[in-house]
């Protein structure tokens, strides 16, 4: 099950220390500019190959995002996870 979650949200959620897994789904040149702490850089094109191994916790709260509303990275990456 997946669904949107607004930037606000996701802040909270953070100071909440809430266990929350943070994938950006954006290719690694992004990541390495720039990220939100803790995430984890899972590109959407490579969900399928590595997500077992980078996200083994399969009941863990993950929070997919990439760089905007109309980028479709976290979109197509959330579908495939």
Same mark, same amino acid.
Do not use: W
């Given at each position: 099950?997946?669904?949107?979650?607004?930037?606000?949200?996701?802040?909270?959620?953070?100071?909440?220390?809430?266990?929350?897994?943070?994938?950006?789904?954006?290719?690694?040149?992004?990541?390495? =500019?720039?990220?939100?702490?803790? #995430?984890?850089? @899972?590109?959407?094109?490579?969900?399928?190959?590595?997500?077992?191994?980078?996200?083994?916790?399969?009941?863990?709260?993950?929070?997919?995002?990439?760089?905007?509303?109309?980028? =479709?990275?976290?979109?197509?990456? #959330?579908?495939? @996870?």
């Amino acid at each position: 099950m997946h669904h949107t979650i607004k930037r606000e949200e996701i802040r909270r959620l953070l100071e909440s220390k809430m266990p929350v897994t943070l994938v950006e789904a954006l290719p690694e040149t992004y990541y390495a =500019q720039g990220h939100l702490p803790g #995430a984890i850089n @899972l590109p959407h094109d490579t969900v399928r190959e590595r997500a077992s191994r980078v996200l083994p916790d399969k009941s863990a709260f993950i929070v997919v995002y990439c760089a905007s509303t109309p980028c =479709q990275n976290s979109a197509v990456a #959330a579908r495939t @996870l």
